[in-house]
């Protein structure tokens, strides 16, 4: 409800794994969804389903297995461009934000989902080592300050559209997924904070445009 109609509109999802989100934006009436994440499996995984979905959404969905940084710096092809779970990967957060911007049509807007902590303007948690047992998490800002950080990459209109804690109820062992999940990662104790005590993990979604 907060991007309004997908209908005709370009949509670049980076990161975006297996592509779920990406067949649910083309069944939302996106015009063209190039989806980009550099891993294989996800890639073959993606194959297999446009097997059996064959030309039903009008080949209109697209899987391109590489990293952001292997598009054209400035393509400014996508009216909307989709960042979930990519920025606290990043050693460089505000390049990631260049790099999204430079994708973008003028006016054109940034979907960005990543891990936020409470704070102010200045609070920013870069954990020491590993974060919820990642060792990949770099950069964990509070809403305001990734609000400071979207405006000073350029973006404007920056509004916070929703902000949840992750639950083990949402990310959990199935019978899919018999290996670790999020409840063996937060403190036994107290699971307002990850076995390694920092805060639990608390997703946050801004809207910008360019």
Known sequence: PHLGNLKGRR????GGGSGYHGWRMAGAGAETVIIIDPSCLFYHQFMAIRH??????????HYIPVPLEALPE????????FSMGVLYHRQSPFEHLQQLKGQLVKGGELVLETLVIDGDANTVLVPHDRYAQMNNVYFLPSVEALTGWLEKAGFSEVRCVDVAVTSTEEQRKTEWMTYHSLADFLDPNDASKTIE????????????KK
């Open 197 to 208: 005590g920092y805060p639990a993990p608390k997703r946050a979604t801004l809207i910008a």
């Open 11 to 14: 949509v670049l999802d980076v």
């Open 74 to 81: 400035h393509s400014q092809l996508f009216d909307i461009v």
């Open 52 to 61: 059996f979905v064959g030309a039903a959404d009008h080949y209109k969905t």
